[in-house]
């Protein structure tokens, strides 16, 4: 049987971590990245590359901790062997924060990253407006680093990457069996998708090396997330807000407000600031289409849509594409061999 041709659109974290893990498990086929920007221009170079999840509200939560647990346990992997630093991974501790006793003081994931508890008097003490938190070990990936890291794996099992905008999937029915769709916010255009929105996000990138705890404040917009090269400070949330130009006063309001957390940020050096539009959906869209063209077919399997959680669920993601992928190579080489009998 020919091995089955599959091109994945989008080469931000799904788009690479989806070719990885279908090159990497499916023998029967090859693997072709296209895309019109890759890292460091993507969204995905921007995150802060954290993993704590995100709730969409139309997954099971069942289904959410399940891809979270297979993204924690496969980086946790790489963080424990020697490809860490390459693939800019590193294990950080801290604190989540809230002024307010939330209504989970267990969340799903607690029993996911290492050592969740609440935190004690003692540590409260240094937040002074905050009445309760949360103490635990996560996983940061340093984002642009990982990209480059899962670039060069792809490339490295005989996978080829392209540069090249798609206009309408359909056109890579000439040259391709199967394709998959990862191309984030882009799919508004691409697909013609309204259920997907820009939630806008500025941060800083910070040179602050004795910062080594995380401190993240429960209603989610201010974040201090130390990694291997930097120190992200967090953040905004914009909903449908476009503009990828930096706003000035987002970044003092954003530096103010960690600064109130972690005064001596106050010394922090080299600040750089970024915005990426986080791809936003009620619930990833990942699903298979069949897509028909004067009676001819193309299988397209998508996922998109992971909005501010795509690290924290992106290995999980990857594995259930390929499932779904696994299916259309099985539905073609049927169909193929009915068509000799
Ligand atoms: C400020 C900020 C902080 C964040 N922090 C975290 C965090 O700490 N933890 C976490 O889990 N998540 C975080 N996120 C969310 C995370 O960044 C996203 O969920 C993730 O990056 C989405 O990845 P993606 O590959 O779908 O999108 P993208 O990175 O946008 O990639 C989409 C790709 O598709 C390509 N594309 C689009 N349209 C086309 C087309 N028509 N033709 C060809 N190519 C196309 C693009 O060029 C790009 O390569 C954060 C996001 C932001 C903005
Ligand atoms: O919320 C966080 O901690 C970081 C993040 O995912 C985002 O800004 O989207």
């Not at 029993?111 to 996560?138: C, I, N, Y």
Request: glycine share 8%; proline share 4%; with cysteine.
């Amino acid at each position: 049987m020919a091995k089955q041709k599959i091109a994945v659109v989008g080469a931000g974290l799904i788009g690479l971590s989806t070719a990885v893990y279908i090159s990497e498990s499916i023998s029967k086929c090859s693997v072709t990245v296209i895309s019109d920007k890759f890292t460091p221009n993507t969204t995905s170079d921007v995150a802060a590359g954290m993993l704590i999840p995100h709730t969409y509200q139309g997954i099971p939560i069942h289904q959410q901790k399940q891809w979270f647990r297979e993204t924690f346990d496969y980086l946790f992997e790489i963080n424990n062997s020697s490809e860490a630093s390459d693939a800019g991974i590193n294990l950080v501790s801290g604190w989540q924060i809230f002024k307010t006793i939330p209504d989970e003081v267990l969340p799903f994931w607690s029993d996911v990253v290492l050592g969740f508890r609440s935190m004690t008097e003692e540590e409260l003490k240094k937040f002074p407006q905050h009445r309760f938190g949360q103490a635990f070990t996560t996983l940061k990936c340093d984002c642009p680093s990982y990209l480059l890291w899962l670039e060069k794996r792809l490339k490295g099992n005989g996978s080829q990457v392209y540069a090249r905008r798609i206009e309408d999937l359909w056109e890579l029915h000439s040259k391709y069996d199967i394709v998959v769709n990862c191309s984030g916010i882009g799919s508004r255009e691409l697909m013609g998708d309204l259920e997907i929105y820009p939630v806008r996000g500025q941060v800083l990138k910070v040179d602050a090396p004795w910062v080594n705890h995380f401190i993240r404040d429960g209603d989610g917009l201010t974040y201090i997330y130390p990694g291997i090269h930097n120190v992200t400070l967090g953040g905004t949330r914009q909903k449908d807000n476009w503009s990828l130009s930096p706003d000035p006063r987002s970044s003092k309001d954003i530096f103010d407000r960690c600064c109130a957390l972690e005064p001596s940020l106050q010394r922090a050096q080299d600040i750089k600031v970024r915005v990426g539009l986080r791809p936003s959906r009620l619930a990833v869209r990942l699903q298979k289409e069949i897509l028909v063209h004067d009676g001819k077919k193309l299988p397209v399997v998508h996922n998109y849509g992971h909005g501010s959680g795509g690290f924290s669920v992106h290995r999980g993601t990857a594995k259930e594409t390929a499932r779904l992928v696994g299916e259309c190579i099985a539905a073609l080489e049927g169909s193929s061999l009915k068509a000799k009998l």
